[in-house]
Each structure stands twice: as C-alpha cells, then as structure tokens.
C-alpha cells in the first residue's frame, strides 16, 4: 500500500504492476474494490471502490478488465482524486513532459468538466484530469494499459 505516495509514485507503481487485476490494485490504492456487476460488459468486468470508503483520499476508483475469455486489451482504471494534493497543471507537464494531447471541453460541458492531458507510455496511456480553472489542479487520472502478449 502506498497511501502516503504521491499520485505520481502512485501512477509508476501501478504501471510497474501490470496488468490491471482487482487485488493488486486494491492492495497499490490502499482501497477496497467490490465486483460491480452493473457496471460489467459482455467483455469487461467492472470493480469499485464501495460508496461511504472515508478513509480513502480517492472518492471514485473504478477498474474495468477484460472479460477472461471475450474481452481484450489491457484494461481500464479510473481514479477521482478527494482533493488535488498540492498538484497542479505545471507539475504534471514537468514530470510527465510537454509531448501530450490536451483536450479542453468546449463551453456545452457542464461548469466543472475538466481539461485532460493525454499521455502515450510505453506501457500505454495515461490520462490526467486536471481543474479547468485559474489553478488548473489536478482532480483524476486514468490509465489504459495495452494489452500484455
């Protein structure tokens, strides 16, 4: 468990530990994670984070993973952070780099909808929500790891 970690050690550790499996994850974000059978696909299988978790600083954890024998490709976990921990747009650009796709939301997004730095990896992408506001703080990630051979 690596609660006292920054989100950024966080995000390393996890995409050291790849691929994507319910446990692992849990045991990584220090949270519990419940099969979430409305939020399962013919080809992925979905875990939450349980709602009323106090002692988690995350306030959703969701991890998608491919069905065993329909699904593909690595995965999906996406993560809202409870407060941004003092990380704002130009911390990620300076320890992520400055090679990303932004994407802003247009003005038809509800106030609040986040602008996301997109990140390729060499273990896949990397998605990183960030405050679309004057302190531009960041509020969630997301990893889609590719699928292992």
Excluded: C
């Excluded at 790849?18 to 979905?46: F, N, Q, R, Y």
């Amino acid at each position: 468990m690596v609660t006292n970690a920054s989100v950024f050690d966080v995000i390393k550790h996890l995409s050291e530990n790849l691929p994507l499996e319910p446990a692992k994850v849990s045991e990584i974000l220090g949270v519990p994670l419940e099969h979430d059978p409305a939020g399962d696909t013919p080809v992925m299988t979905s875990y939450t984070q349980p709602a009323g978790v106090s002692a988690s600083r995350f306030a959703e954890v969701e991890l998608r993973v491919p069905h065993p024998v329909f699904g593909s490709g690595g995965g999906l976990l996406a993560v809202t952070l409870k407060g941004d921990e003092g990380i704002d747009a130009e911390a990620v650009r300076k320890h992520y780099g400055l090679d990303f796709q932004q994407d802003v939301p247009s003005p038809r997004y509800p106030p609040g909808t986040p602008a996301y730095y997109n990140y390729k990896l060499p273990w896949g992408e990397l998605s990183l929500g960030v405050s679309n506001d004057r302190a531009a703080r960041l509020v969630s990630f997301a990893m889609k790891p590719k699928e292992l051979p």
